[in-house]
């Protein structure tokens, strides 16, 4: 049996937890230092208060130290690695191999920043002791199955999410450009500015595009595909992504892992424990997007560029049929648009950049608000925040329950009710008979059904199964809620039997070294700027004056094309 595992971020302990009640299998946070997204650090105390809420339900938490450390940092990095270890964290995900060495316990994974793209490349990670390692995006179906036959590590890979044009770990284009290491947790995202992009001999092919911007990833659709090569953790994207984002997103997926499990019982499970009850209907065209991608899972090249919308552009509504002093008219994409009050909407400006404002007032076609300049009649218009949506988040909140059967046996003079959680824990209470018998045991016997048969806590209490040998016991309704709590708190005082973490093991000799070179390339990506706006010579076109330049400002990039390994590179001219 093959264990699922839906990985989600979060930015905060209270993101995490809403996570938790989504559906996710594990949660992945930063603590307060070295984390590769230094706006998304937390007190090791409150990662503390995430482990205790997310081990009711085996969920597993990860520990981001995957920022490369400084010599004089290793001691404060080895203070953070034990606090979280004693906070209940269940593995560190690192980039650093000096971290490997701050805990003997802690389960450790090789982070998409080492840049694990091949088998050799895995094989050797797998040999310092990592547990699991996180591939490349930027990878086929056919490539993953090939590092999972060359390794006994886990293998987790995203889904879900922002992409990074470059190999992970290999940019050093936001450092070249603004001094903000992307290797130390502060990228600065240039590959979302826009750009013109320029030949040898100074022609312009391309003015004010963001020509280095892709589209989110989206695999929804490629769970059992990916399953099916040997990928056991789903990753979801956005450690700087809002409650909301998370929450819908989680969803979506877990319906999705839950229909695969459903499909091949006798070959997968979850991870964690609990079902997911009630709450919204998730959307994934009503989140954060710049449009989706599958990228090159398949082994071929398609339209992976949102050069139009480097920041979330979200669904296309129509386009503007009449501008008002005080709004404007739509023209709806789709007869039953319905728009309301506080919607948010994007249009793409003169310059190529993206212009949002919001709906005060939304009645029918017509919305009411500040003109925003630049807005011009027969204008595309998109809907990035749809107010309705994100009020169903936040009042329809989906609640986790970890299941319990119930047993419930009369004999001996005595009433036994067993409790088993579906994780396998047990818990007994036992009553005495005493001279109170029911004067309609039927109605009695019912009672207890009835009132057994409820939440407790996180724990969903199932009817139980009855044997009676003996004289019903009168309880009042108070007692047979007070047995059914302490079978809660008999549970609680039990850990959860949660599946283990694949530990990694360390090689007993080996030659393998983790290095960080650039060689002059400040990024090296499958992507091809050249490919994507219709320039290859493979294509059948005109070879255009080369080497060509990416030209913002004063900056000025140079751009290789090695069509041998079908890849690109950046370097500073």
């Known amino acids: 049996m093959i264990a699922l595992e839906l990985l989600a971020p979060a930015r905060t302990a209270q993101i995490g937890i809403a996570a938790i009640d989504c559906g996710a299998d594990a949660v992945y946070i930063a603590g307060p230092a070295f984390g590769a997204r230094q706006a998304a650090g937390n007190s090791v105390e409150d ?30 990095a080895r203070s953070l690695v034990k606090q979280l270890e004693e906070a209940g964290v269940d593995a560190l995900i690192v980039q ?35 547990g699991r390692l996180v591939l490349e995006r930027e990878m086929s179906l056919e490539q993953i199955r090939a590092i999972v036959q060359s390794v006994d590590t886990e293998i987790e890979f995203f889904v879900h999410g922002a992409l990074c044009v470059c190999y992970s770990g290999q940019c050093y284009l936001s450092e070249y ?8 947790g ?42 099916e090569a040997g990928v056991s953790s789903f990753k979801i994207e956005g450690r700087l992504k809002n409650e909301s984002y ?26 964690s424990f609990g079902t997911v009850r009630g709450g919204f209907t998730p959307n994934l065209q009503k989140t954060f997007n710049r449009g989706y991608t599958e990228l090159f899972l398949d082994g071929k090249r398609g339209p992976w560029a949102a050069m139009d919308a480097p920041k979330s ?75 309705a949506f994100e009020k169903q988040l936040e009042a329809a909140k989906p609640v986790r329950e970890v299941a319990v059967s119930l047993s419930l046996s009369i004999a001996d ?29 039927d109605r009695m016997l019912q009672t207890f059904r009835e009132q057994l048969a409820k939440r407790s806590g996180h724990y969903a209490f199932r009817q139980p199964e009855m044997s009676v040998n003996g004289p019903v016991p009168f309880l009042p309704v108070s007692a047979i809620n007070g047995l059914r709590r302490s079978l809660a708190d008999q549970l609680d005082a039990q850990p959860l039997h949660a ?20 060689n002059g390339e400040l990024m090296r990506s499958k992507y091809c700027v050249r490919h994507e706006l219709g320039l290859c010579p493979k294509q059948g076109k005109e070879k255009k004056a080369e080497p060509l330049f990416l030209i913002n400002g004063k900056e000025r990039l140079r751009l290789d094309f090695h069509c041998a390994v079908c890849e690109m590179t950046v370097r500073h001219s």
């Open 413 to 441: 003079g005595a009433m036994t009710v067993e409790a088993l959680s579906e994780d396998g824990r047990k818990a007994v209470e036992r009553y005495p008979l005493g001279a109170d018998v029911a004067r309609d045991p």
């Open 96 to 130: 650093d191999p000096l971290v490997l060495e701050m805990s003997d316990s802690l389960v450790m994974h090789a982070s998409t920043q080492c840049a694990i793209r091949t088998p050799e490349k895995a094989r050797g990670l797998e040999s310092l002791g990592f």
């Open 246 to 271: 998370v929450r819908n997103v989680v969803k979506a997926y877990s319906e999705a892992l839950d229909a695969l499990v459903e499909k091949y019982p006798e070959r997968y499970r979850r991870s």
């Open 313 to 387: 552009m979200g669904e296309w509504i129509g386009s503007v049929a009449q501008l008002r002093p005080d709004g404007l008219v739509l023209n709806p994409a789709v007869p039953d648009l319905v728009l309301s009050n506080g919607d948010g909407f994007a249009f793409v400006n003169k310059d190529g950049g993206i212009t949002g404002f919001r709906g005060d007032v939304c009645e029918g076609r017509t919305i009411f608000c500040r003109k925003p300049e630049g807005l011009r009649e027969g204008q595309k218009l998109y809907r990035n925040i749809s107010a």
């Open 499 to 518: 599946l283990p973490l694949y530990r990694g093991r360390r090689a007993q000799d080996t030659s393998f070294q983790l290095t960080y070179t650039s």
């Open 47 to 76: 990662i503390r208060q995430l482990c205790t809420y997310a081990h009711r339900f085996g969920v597993r938490i990860y520990a981001t130290v995957n920022t490369l450390l400084q010599p004089e940092e290793v001691p404060e």
């Open 186 to 227: 502060a990228c600065a995202q240039p590959c979302r500015n826009l750009y013109d992009l320029q030949d040898a001999s100074g022609k312009v092919l391309v003015r004010n595009k963001a020509l280095l911007s892709l589209k989110d990833y989206q695999l929804i659709h490629r769970l059992e595909d990916l399953a």
């Open 177 to 184: 450009l603004t001094g903000r290491s992307a290797n130390r």
